[in-house]
């Protein structure tokens, strides 16, 4: 039987909530935390972390890069995550699941374009009646919209569909994390909403970032160094 196996977003090691609740305040400690903890189970039960590579394994490195993290955390990133490439062109995806990712995508992108061209109008509308406050707004509102308002809002609308809606398909390491887990029929471990949401829908299990540590605490407190639990080891051989 395989082992536990688990495919780390870079949220997984990142996320605010889950420092908090490991009682780290700085960033790069808490990262350091966490992968401590993924070594001590690779070491004991042999439970397997990937990474897609190189999409969430370069992230992961400019991350810590930008946020001041020293060599030591690059080390660990590097010896206790798997770094393996998703295979995008054997795994079986059905098409109701790019269909319904595609509506939702498209539904997303209105709604944003919605709230942007209230901001032009509002914008525009408040500027003019800055400069003639004895103006009603009822009485100029449609004329402004139609000869001035509107057509800006009409380049807008092109313009925003070229820059987002074309060949979009969010981000490429959130995508690889869900491909890769997939693959390897292991759980996802990210603090990630549309992750959680999209592996729901491709029968992935999902882990909540925050409570990844627990979990692998709980594996070690029942380990063979622990001297507690005889035998679990070979329950994590098994596929939950």
């Not at 305040?25 to 189970?41: F, H, P, R, S, T």
């Not at 981000?171 to 690889?176: C, G, K, M």
Request: charged letters at 30%.
């Amino acid at each position: 039987m395989l082992k536990q196996r688990f495919v780390l977003d870079t949220t997984a090691l990142t996320d605010l909530q889950t420092r908090e609740v490991m009682g780290y305040a700085a960033l790069c400690e808490g990262m350091k935390a966490i992968l401590d903890l993924i070594a001590e189970a690779r070491l004991q039960f042999g439970i397997s972390c990937y990474v897609p590579y190189p999409s969430v394994y370069k992230e992961m490195h400019e991350f810590a890069s930008r946020n001041g993290c020293d060599r030591e955390v690059m080390a660990k990133i590097d010896t206790w995550l798997v770094k393996k490439s998703p295979d995008r062109y054997q795994v079986d995806v059905t098409s109701q699941i790019f269909h319904e990712y595609v509506a939702y995508m498209r539904e997303r992108i209105n709604r944003g374009m919605g709230v942007a061209e209230d901001a032009i109008w509002e914008a525009a509308t408040e500027c003019l009646f800055m400069e003639n406050p004895q103006t009603k707004k009822k009485e100029y509102k449609e004329e402004v919209e139609r000869e001035v308002i509107g057509g800006i809002i009409g380049k807008f609308r092109n313009k925003y569909r070229a820059a987002l809606r074309y060949g979009i398909l969010d981000s490429a390491p959130d995508i690889d994390v869900l491909i890769l887990a997939k693959e390897l029929d292991a759980a996802v471990v990210a603090s990630d909403y549309g992750i959680e949401k999209w592996a729901e829908q491709l029968g992935v299990r999902f882990v909540p970032a925050n409570t990844f540590p627990m979990m692998i605490r709980e594996y070690l407190r029942h380990g063979p160094e622990s001297g507690k639990g005889a035998g679990l080891e070979n329950e994590t051989s098994k596929q939950e």
